[in-house]
């Protein structure tokens, strides 16, 4: 991602939504390939080719993909603005940053159930333990709520 700056920024994040967005996120999903009007509208579903090309000439307005010698559209550059902020890539995937989270946390309880409460201890009804566990499920079930919304959020 290149230096921007805020009124840059700003702008990206006012003309990113609806369509445009859409086709942003498909560029994005394998950001070395170029991409032609016509696949864009036949991978979104769009109603004709006119549209995909209108957004696409949007994208290019504000410098986030530039046009190749024969026609296609390439990704120029990545930002993280709007609903972009919440994802990460992983490979050629976008998912929600908190799904790392809810891995980690999800795992750590676990292996504080089995390796504390089975194979170390009987499980005591203690208030430390207890509450360790409470915390670990609300925490981790928080965190997959959230990815999960995330998720339903992402535009296609």
């Known amino acids: ?18 369509k445009t967005l859409q086709i942003y996120w498909y ?11 016509r696949e864009v509208q036949r991978a979104l ?27 296609e559209y390439l990704l120029n550059q990545e930002v993280k603005v709007g609903l972009l902020k919440f994802f990460s890539r992983m490979g ?7 799904l790392f989270y809810a891995i980690w946390l999800s795992t750590m309880l676990a292996i504080y159930i089995i390796v504390y409460n089975v194979i170390l201890y009987q499980p005591t009804g203690s208030i430390h333990n ?3 566990i409470l915390f670990g499920i609300v925490a981790s079930l928080v965190l997959w709520i959230e990815t999960v919304r995330l998720w339903k959020e992402k535009p296609f």
């Open 1 to 18: 991602m290149s230096d921007l700056s805020a009124s840059e920024l700003a702008e990206i994040e006012s003309q990113l939504k609806g």
């Open 27 to 37: 560029l994005l999903r394998d950001p070395e390939t170029s991409a032609g009007v």
């Open 45 to 71: 579903g769009l109603s004709s080719p006119s549209v995909a090309a209108h957004h696409l000439d949007k994208l290019l307005s504000l410098g986030l993909v530039e046009k190749t010698v024969r026609g």
């Open 92 to 98: 050629r995937f976008l998912v929600p940053r908190h």
């Open 130 to 132: 207890i509450a360790a």
